[in-house]
């Protein structure tokens, strides 16, 4: 499973990358009065990597040695977090990103599209990033940079 623990800890940064590129493309287009192929592909591929990954931490889960459900577990730091906040708050990010573009392509209204892929794609990228075990926000996790 290691080689799985590199895709899915690698991932991260294409995840972070193309949430970045899909939230400053929203923005430069909010007043152009469309909402083109391009914009729809962006966001798309965005939505679709996170599924890959979604699907990859699944595995994850299930096969671990850091998600382990035992006594004391929530009182352990490192078993809270992979067995419970990992993984509930990158359901949610998810979850909002793919509502969002949902309701965005649903949308008739070009300004409005990009307004709701703004919106949900920043909340989506604030939870995620805040739960990634970066080695400065959770340096007792030992998990390095790749
Ligand atoms: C955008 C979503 C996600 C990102 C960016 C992400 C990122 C990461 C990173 C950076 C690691 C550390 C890897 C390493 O040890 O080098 C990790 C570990 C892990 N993730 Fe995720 N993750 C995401 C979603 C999920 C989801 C939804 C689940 C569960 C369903 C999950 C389950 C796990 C597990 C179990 C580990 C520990 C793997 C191990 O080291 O044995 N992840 N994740």
Redo the contacts with the bound molecule.
């Keep these: ?1 290691d080689v799985l ?2 895709a ?2 690698g ?2 940064y294409v ?2 990358a193309l949430l970045l590129v899909a939230i400053f493309n929203a923005i430069a287009n909010l007043k152009s009065g469309k909402y083109e192929k391009k914009d729809k592909m962006i966001n798309l591929f965005t939505m679709i990597f ?1 599924h890959i ?2 699907l ?3 595995v ?2 299930f ?5 382990q459900f035992v006594e004391g577990m929530m009182a352990d730091a490192s078993l809270r977090f ?1 067995d419970v906040e ?2 509930s708050l ?2 949610l ?2 979850l909002l990103i793919t509502l969002g573009r949902k309701k965005a392509e649903k949308n008739p209204l070009p300004e409005m599209k990009h307004k709701l892929i703004l919106r949900y794609y920043v909340l989506g990228l604030i939870l ?1 990033f805040i ?3 970066w080695p400065f926000t959770h340096p007792n996790l030992g ?2 940079w ?1």
């Design positions: 499973m623990v590199r899915h800890s991932l991260r995840i972070l996170l990954q979604l990859i931490g699944l994850l889960y096969t671990s040695d850091k998600v992979f990992h993984i990158m359901i990010g998810i995620i739960a990634i075990p998990v390095g790749f």
